[in-house]
């Protein structure tokens, strides 16, 4: 084609028109408060040069040009394409904030659609980048249906492409429904926020004031609600990070995740190991000491680090191939199984379900939190969840048992009664009904108040009740476990286990799903 000719110089001149679009002052703004543009933001997510971006000229819907302010924008403010994150297909779109507030219309909604519904046929995983003022108030029903059709493609997609969010500025109303629908959302500390209603609407309703970021900001959410499960300090970071999360999960349901380079500079056998559970069964320690000492050196990624701490989730590898970890941690609350621990566990368990992650359980829990507030708030209902959980996954899983494994407690955290495929204990391991302070005063609360010495009393009985009752070595005899090991076998014993796991199938009879309670 002759580069001068008619149709060619149209071509050139919609492209420059193109780039001509961002305004210098709006892109000046957004960087002014520590936010890029959309186009900037996917440059550093995908692999230099590699994405390619799909509906750049499709203009916005006239519907709503009669009330005025429609910009006859390029793009409709959204930006959507593929393109390869460490050499894997990825598709993704980023909301444009320099035109139109990102703000969604009848167009910017079909431009996600596309891409959601091409990422569910390729089998690949999506990313949404989320910085807009919401439904776009001038196409009215048209902009609030199509946030319709996105919800309802995230809802057919879930389990089957991982589908992550990354909230990189406002995101209220409904809108805020998109990020909570997917898998995994990622914030920036500062220039985001997610809220149903706004600060504005809480004054005017409830006679509250509360800033944006105290209402819905990063920090709030990955602390206090839930709803965000990795923050970072700024947009580069969270990027950064959001690729190497990508490194550890499937592009679907249907493949494993990839087996990554390792360190095999990682011992197998490791006396640290000997070391980390104190004597004193009163005394904490922190999980992620263990957890890093039996994945592959630095591979450990915790997920909700903020959210319910007395848990750990997170992936590791074990000679570059992905696991999901579920650690209670005696450092926060003794380790105990709370509302938020319970729905943060089961949450974690699912995805790696569907997504072809096997599950390692680290397990040191003195019970469910009692009291008032746990129990007006459902922790019956919410521990349930984390039951359901563990019991319908057909990944392989492995359960340690490190120090406490009480009551109901013991039963939850993938005991073998619940499916657990290999349960192992440490010799530190106290499995009971109860603890020995509490066994003993329940069964001789009688002879204890009628004793001479009470606290000698107690004490023996408190001995006995370790010796006879509450020791791996009798869950290991009686076969309820299946061996006691030496932790600092801990690393060769779950790589050797989880081998004899890898063919792990599971038949589940027919059903249109189970009714997990929520
Ligand atoms: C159309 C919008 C818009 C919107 C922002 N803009 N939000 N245009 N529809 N929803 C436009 C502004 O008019 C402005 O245009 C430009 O985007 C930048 O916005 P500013 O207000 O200048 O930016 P800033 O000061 O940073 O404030 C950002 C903001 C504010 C807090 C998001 O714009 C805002 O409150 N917007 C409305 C938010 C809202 O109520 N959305 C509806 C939520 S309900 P100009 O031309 O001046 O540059 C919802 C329902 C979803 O989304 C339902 C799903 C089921």
Redesign the pocket.
């Known amino acids: 084609m002759d580069i001068n000719g008619k149709y060619f110089k149209s071509y050139l001149e919609r492209e420059d028109a193109f780039k001509k679009q961002y305004n210098a002052d709006r892109i000046k703004k957004q960087h002014a408060k520590g936010k890029l543009t959309a186009h900037e933001r996917i440059a550093l997510l995908f692999d230099s040069g590699t994405f390619e971006e799909i509906d750049a000229y499709v203009t916005p819907s006239d519907q709503g040009v009669e009330f005025g302010?429609i910009e006859m924008s390029y793009g409709d403010g959204v930006v959507t394409g593929h393109g390869m994150i460490d050499g894997r297909l990825v598709f993704a779109y980023a909301q444009d904030f320099t035109i139109?507030?990102g703000?969604l219309g009848i167009v910017h909604a079909r431009k996600i659609a596309k891409i959601q519904e091409m990422a569910l046929k390729m089998g690949a995983p999506i990313i949404g980048i989320n910085d807009s003022?919401?439904?776009?108030?001038?196409e009215g029903i048209a902009s609030?249906n199509g946030?319709?059709i996105i919800f309802n493609n995230i809802i057919q997609s879930s389990g089957i492409i991982p589908q992550i969010s990354v909230i990189m500025g406002?995101a209220?109303?409904?809108?805020v429904?998109g990020p909570a629908l997917t898998d995994w959302v990622f914030m920036t500390s500062h220039t985001s926020y997610m809220f149903v209603t706004g600060p504005n609407v809480v004054r005017e309703v409830l006679n509250e004031d509360i800033s944006s970021e105290d209402l819905g900001g990063a920090e709030t959410h990955a602390r206090k609600s839930g709803v965000a499960n990795m923050i970072y300090d700024d947009e580069e970071n969270t990027i950064i990070a959001l690729r190497k999360f990508l490194s550890y999960l499937p592009s679907n349901n249907l493949e494993n995740p990839p087996v990554a380079a390792y360190d095999n500079s990682t011992p197998d056998v490791n006396e640290k190991l000997r070391d980390i559970v104190p004597d004193d069964p009163n005394k904490a320690y922190d999980v992620r000491d263990i957890i890093s000492l039996i994945v592959d050196r630095n591979s450990f990624f915790e997920t909700s680090e903020l959210f319910a701490p007395n848990i750990v989730t997170g992936f590791g590898r074990l000679e570059g191939k992905t696991i999901g970890i579920v650690a209670n941690q005696p450092k926060v609350l003794a380790g105990v199984l709370d509302i938020d621990s319970s729905t943060k566990g089961a949450r974690f368990i699912r995805f790696c379900d569907v997504f072809n992650i096997p599950i390692l359980t680290l397990e040191d829990v003195p019970g469910f939190l009692p009291g008032k507030d746990q129990e007006h708030s459902g922790i019956i209902r919410h521990g349930a969840k984390l039951l359901f959980a563990y019991s319908e996954a057909t990944v392989p899983r492995i359960t340690i048992i490190l120090r406490k494994a009480y009551g109901g407690a013991y039963i939850v955290m993938n005991s073998r009664s619940m499916g657990g495929d290999f349960n192992f204990a440490w010799p530190s391991a106290e499995i009971a009904v109860m603890g020995p302070d509490g066994a003993v005063a329940i069964l001789y609360r009688r002879e204890l108040a009628d004793a001479k010495d009470p606290v000698a009393m107690k004490k023996e009985l408190v001995k006995r009740y370790r010796e006879k009752v509450a020791n791996p070595f009798i869950a290991d005899e009686k076969g309820y476990i299946d061996e006691v090991i030496d932790p600092a076998m801990t690393r060769r014993k779950v790589l050797s286990a989880f081998t004899a796991l890898s063919n792990k199938s599971v038949k589940v009879p027919s059903r249109k799903h189970g009714n997990m309670p929520l």
Do not use: D, E, T, V
Request: aromatic fraction near 10%.
């Open positions: 302010k139109m507030g703000s003022g919401g439904a776009r108030i001038q609030l946030y319709g406002p209220a109303g409904g809108a429904y």
